[in-house]
């Protein structure tokens, strides 16, 4: 089922034509569909029903409070990486037993946050971070409970900017080191140890590097068992992909039969960080056409959308799919799609073949609900759009679009310069 379709050739999100939310919001904006995000979150975590399991939405892929809210009711829980997503979490009432905290560089007031908030496990990820947070915890008189994120040292076969889990990447611990780590850590009087983490990369279009990765964690979980420290918890982290284009990634079911195999008997506790997989396909992001121009070498779409809306394209050659909100008999042109921003490197798409589209006419900027809001920034001093969460035939906007007045906040001009 999908939740962005045509009726009558204009593009509806569940029952409510886009254009019309286009008319009263304005453009830019990023637009998402409370049935697919709702649908994605059960297709992920329905497969595990069976075994003992958490799943913990990664929320840098999206951390609006009405999304993180929608799968806080469906019993799900998150993975942060900052204090302020932890604020957020708690704002949109997500049990604290059901947060995991991960990040190389946790700062010592986010640990405190942490354990203030009682979450359910720090993902430590270097010797010294576990030592600290041993200390923190001490001085609080508290007990943090703790797993290890190893460095499994696998190949995920994606982009390397999101690729984390081989022994170059800056995270987590070198898994043939882990077991003195351990050893060191369960001998400290201000932590429970009780998980192996480990997150190899985003975007994974196979299900063997996930299972590879869990094999060498569940021989590590042996290992600790033998030295007399109970495991309970196995967090395999994120990077379910999803398909952008040609993509064809294991569906969730898929995935959860292959590490369901492998953990069978054995005495954990699941806990999964998926975040594209739940929010990329259930968002997109609404633009305008401001102008045409061709040159000799090439035609430019101008839309009110830039990189600094939405930084994949820039960042990683992204492919995202754009698609008329109103399909008219077009022409179709090959064409760079591109934003208002003082850079070449501003741009939606590149040499595509493309609708020709008129000034005025909008556009849906497909897969963007993942990593798309939550990347944004005001370069330019372009105000952060607006976010708007589809029910039914209802919208809601979840985030209101900045105003000047929120460009500046904070900002102030010391008396010297008076
Ligand atoms: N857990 C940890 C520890 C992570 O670092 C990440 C993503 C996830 C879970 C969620 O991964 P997912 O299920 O969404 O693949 N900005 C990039 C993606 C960066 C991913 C960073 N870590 C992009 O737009 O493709």
């Known amino acids: 089922m999908h939740h962005f379709h045509y009726v009558d050739n204009e593009l509806y999100c569940e029952d409510t034509p886009v254009q019309r939310i286009a008319q009263e919001v304005g453009t830019p904006f990023y637009l998402y569909s409370h049935a697919t ?31 993180i809210r929608l799968f806080a009711l ?9 204090g302020g997503e932890l604020y957020r979490a708690l704002k949109a009432e997500v049990d604290p037993g059901k947060i995991v905290f991960s990040g190389v560089g946790k700062r010592p007031e986010d640990l405190a946050y942490g354990l203030d908030s009682d979450i359910l496990m720090f993902n430590t990820e270097s010797s010294q971070e576990i030592e600290r947070l041993n200390s923190i915890a001490g001085e609080m008189g508290k007990k943090a409970r703790i797993a290890l ?16 889990g081989l022994r170059e ?53 042996d290992k600790l068992r033998a030295m007399d420290i109970p ?24 995935y959860a039969e292959a590490i369901k195999k492998e953990v069978k008997g054995l005495d954990l506790t699941l806990i999964f960080e998926p975040g594209r997989v739940i929010t990329g396909n259930a968002g997109i992001l609404v633009t305008k056409v401001l102008y045409t121009k061709s040159t000799d070498e090439k035609n430019f779409l101008i839309v009110d959308a830039a990189m600094n809306d939405l930084i994949r394209p820039s960042l990683y050659s992204s492919y995202h799919a754009i698609q008329p909100v109103v399909k008219k008999g ?22 595509r073949e493309i609708d020709a589209y ?20 005001n370069y330019n001093s372009r105000p952060r759009v ?30 010297f310069l008076q």
């Open 330 to 351: 077009r022409r179709v042109i090959k064409a760079d799609v591109v934003g208002p921003i003082c850079e070449s490197g501003d741009f939606l798409a590149k040499d």
């Open 37 to 67: 995000l709702k649908m994605h979150f059960e297709a992920f975590d329905s497969p595990f029903r069976d075994v003992p399991h958490i799943t913990c939405f990664s929320m840098k892929s999206n951390s609006n409070l009405a999304v």
């Open 149 to 164: 994120r190893v460095n499994p040292d696998v190949d995920p076969e994606t982009h390397p900017y999101i690729s984390t």
């Open 231 to 254: 495991i309970r918890y196995l967090d395999l982290g994120g990077g379910l992909g999803i398909t952008y284009d040609q993509e064809e990634p294991p569906h969730p079911t898929e």
């Open 358 to 377: 008129e000034p005025d006419e909008l556009m849906a900027v497909m897969s963007a609900g993942a990593y798309g809001f939550t990347m944004s920034s």
């Open 74 to 82: 469906e019993g799900g829980g998150v993975d942060i990486v900052s």
């Open 169 to 221: 990447n800056k995270f987590g611990i070198d898994i043939r080191e882990a077991p003195d780590q351990y050893a060191k850590a369960s001998k400290m009087p201000n932590l429970e140890v009780m998980g192996v983490s480990c997150h190899i990369g985003s975007q994974l279009t196979q299900v063997d590097p996930f299972v590879e990765a869990l094999r060498k964690l569940l021989s590590l979980v």
């Open 386 to 415: 607006a976010e708007v969460m589809v029910r039914g035939d209802q919208y809601h906007v979840v985030r209101e679009r900045e105003r000047y007045e929120d460009l500046i906040r904070g900002e102030r001009i010391p008396d």
